[in-house]
């Protein structure tokens, strides 16, 4: 376990750091789902407003994402 379980109502960016998860990883890399931006994860790519589609490298860094 990284981090003290909390509510399972909690916002996702603040269980990350009140969990202490974010202080145990320090300065590794993490890789978290989308409901972690504004956090320091490495997150999927979103489209921007306006934007229909994400360019092809987005799309397969994504792809690529999901996998790990």
């Known amino acids: ?22 202080d145990a990883v320090g300065n590794t890399v993490t890789i978290a789902d989308g409901g972690y931006p504004g956090t320091g994860l490495v997150i999927p790519h979103r489209r921007e407003r306006g934007q229909s589609d994400l360019p092809d490298w987005k799309e397969e860094h994504n792809k690529s994402h999901k996998q790990v």
């Open 1 to 22: 376990m990284v981090g003290q379980p909390l509510a399972g109502n909690r916002n996702d960016c603040k269980a990350w750091e009140e969990s202490g998860a974010k």
